[in-house]
C-alpha cells in the first residue's frame, strides 16, 4: 500500500499533467474557434450576444398642464418654469392618507 508522501507526490504529478492538457487543448480550441469565425464573419455580438444596459429614467418632479411637459428638476431648467414660482408646478408624490376611514379589523398592523 503506498504511503501518504507517495499519494500527495502522485496527485502533484497529476495535477501538473492535467494543468498541461487542460492549456494545450484550450489552444487548440481556441484556434478552432477563431477558424471559423474567419470562415462565416461571424461578429462578436453573434458570438457573444449582449444587450447595452439601459439608462435609468428619472421620474419628473414639475408638470406644466398647458403645454403637457415635464421636467425632472435636473439640469437647466426649461423655458416655461424660467423664473416662476416652481411649486406651482411639482407633482405631488407623498401618499394621502385617509385617517376618517374604517379600521381593516383583519389588518396586523392598524395605523395609531
Request: glycine share 4%; hydrophobic share 30%.
Amino acid at each position: 500500500m503506498p504511503s501518504y508522501k507517495e499519494l500527495i507526490a502522485r496527485k502533484d504529478e497529476l495535477d501538473k499533467r492535467i494543468e498541461e492538457m487542460r492549456h494545450t487543448e484550450a489552444k487548440e480550441a481556441l484556434a478552432t474557434i477563431k477558424q471559423l469565425i474567419d470562415t462565416f464573419g461571424f461578429t462578436s455580438q453573434q458570438v457573444f450576444p449582449w444587450k447595452p444596459e439601459e439608462k435609468k429614467k428619472v421620474e419628473a418632479k414639475y408638470y406644466d398642464p398647458e403645454s403637457g411637459a415635464s421636467w425632472t428638476g435636473r439640469g437647466k431648467p426649461p423655458k416655461w418654469i424660467e423664473g416662476k414660482d416652481r411649486s406651482q408646478y411639482e407633482i405631488k408624490t407623498t401618499p394621502v392618507i385617509d385617517y376618517s376611514a374604517p379600521l381593516d379589523e383583519k389588518n396586523p398592523f392598524p395605523v395609531q
